[in-house]
Each structure stands twice: as structure tokens, then as C-alpha cells.
T-cell receptor, first 114, second 109 residues
């Protein structure tokens, strides 16, 4: 039983397109995150939601819009894709608010923008 | 600014011991994590230290010195499957995770 699942795993698209990545967790956690990992392997927090409410919104272009329909789901929509958006996007969840709990990551979604 | 430093890459021999260091300068401290990430996979939790000292968990141990802003991950009896990146991450005073860039560990037979 997958704890944190995200789809699609691979996404290849053209510049200027709009795409979405979906994430679901079945751990009953309160907090969900989107991370971006670029080619240099830095993990950068993008967004964090606690019980469907946005609690962290780092300096991310407003082309990126997260949506949390319920506390088990956190989707990421990206408009007008650019070459620099190519990266692996990880969804994660943790119990409680804030980052002091163990993070459970999804398998990642590798986005390639051509 | 906030900063986490770890070596970019290390090489060790199967069966040996390796120590991966992590130094940090952050606004406050509420714990330090080590995660393992195999190539093409998601990071997975290894350890969490919030008090000074050594935490042992099987072949892996993690040490913390808050006064020195320093931690290390010690891997014993190295196996080929330990080849991975090891990420150090610190929880700051706002309970946000600050990540290091990771140390790529290469194990040779």
C-alpha cells in the first residue's frame, strides 16, 4: 500500500504548455508539501499545506499553483511551462504542522520541458 | 543567511566505515535529520537528532553537537546498496526544514 503517491511519474512537454501533478497520501497526516529537486540535487520547498490551508509559500513564480481539495490530496498546477521548470518534483507529508516530524516522500515526478 | 554544508562526494570500500559530516548555520535549531536518497528515487528517513550525542540504529549512527553546529552520519560494514546520496537537513526556529545539497557516497568493491 503506497503511503504517498504522485502521478505522473514522468512528464515530457513543450514550453508554454500547462500541466498538473497529483499527490495523495493515505497516512492520515495533517501536512503536505511540494519540493523541487533540480539537477544539482538541492531540495527546495515550494509549498506546504496543513489541513488544506497554505502555510508555506516560498518565492515561487505564480505560474505554480497548489490546490488541496482535502488534507489527503495536494495537487500542483503549472502554467506556461519554461525550460527552467525541468526538475523532479516531490510530494511529501508529515504529521503535525511544521517540519519537526519525519517526512514521507512520494516517488517523484520528473518533468522535462522541451 | 542559513547554510548547510556537506561534502559533495565521498568514496569508500565495501566492508569499511565512512563518516559523512554536516555543518550548519541556521536561525535557531529544532533538530537535524539525515535522509538517504538512491539515484532516481525519493529520499527516505534515516535519523533525527535534537539532543547532543550519538544515536545508533543498526549499521548507521548519527551524532550531533549543537554548540559546534555539527553532525555526522556514520555508516559501518558498508554494503554496495549503501551507494546513495545522504542529505542533511536542519529544522530552524520557524520549524522549516533547511536542506543541504547532499553527499553522494560511492562504494567500491
Amino acid at each position: 500500500d503506497t503511503a504517498v503517491s504522485q502521478t505522473p511519474k514522468y512528464l515530457v512537454t513543450q514550453m508554454g504548455n500547462d500541466k498538473s501533478i497529483k499527490c495523495e497520501q493515505n497516512l492520515g497526516h495533517d501536512t503536505m508539501y511540494w519540493y523541487k529537486q533540480d539537477s544539482k540535487k538541492f531540495l527546495k520547498i515550494m509549498f506546504s499545506y496543513n489541513n488544506k490551508e497554505l502555510i508555506i509559500n516560498e518565492t515561487v513564480p505564480n505560474r505554480f499553483s497548489p490546490k488541496s481539495p482535502d488534507k489527503a490530496h495536494l495537487n500542483l498546477h503549472i502554467n506556461s511551462l519554461e525550460l527552467g521548470d525541468s526538475a523532479v518534483y516531490f510530494c511529501a507529508s508529515s504529521q503535525g504542522m511544521g517540519a519537526a516530524g519525519e517526512l514521507f516522500f512520494g516517488e517523484g515526478s520528473r518533468l522535462t520541458v522541451l | 543567511g542559513q547554510n548547510i554544508d556537506q561534502p559533495t562526494e565521498m568514496t569508500a570500500t565495501e566492508g569499511a566505515i565512512v563518516q559523512i559530516n554536516c555543518t550548519y548555520q541556521t536561525s535557531g535549531f529544532n533538530g537535524l535529520f539525515w535522509y538517504q536518497q538512491h539515484a532516481g528515487e525519493a529520499p527516505t528517513f534515516l535519523s533525527y537528532n535534537v539532543l547532543d550525542g550519538l544515536e545508533e540504529k543498526g549499521r548507521f549512527s548519527s551524532f550531533l553537537s549543537r554548540s559546534k553546529g555539527y553532525s555526522y552520519l556514520l555508516l559501518k560494514e558498508l554494503q554496495m546498496k549503501d551507494s546513495a546520496s545522504y542529505l542533511c537537513a536542519v529544522v530552524d526556529s520557524n520549524y522549516q526544514l533547511i536542506w543541504g545539497a547532499g553527499t553522494k557516497l560511492i562504494i567500491k568493491p
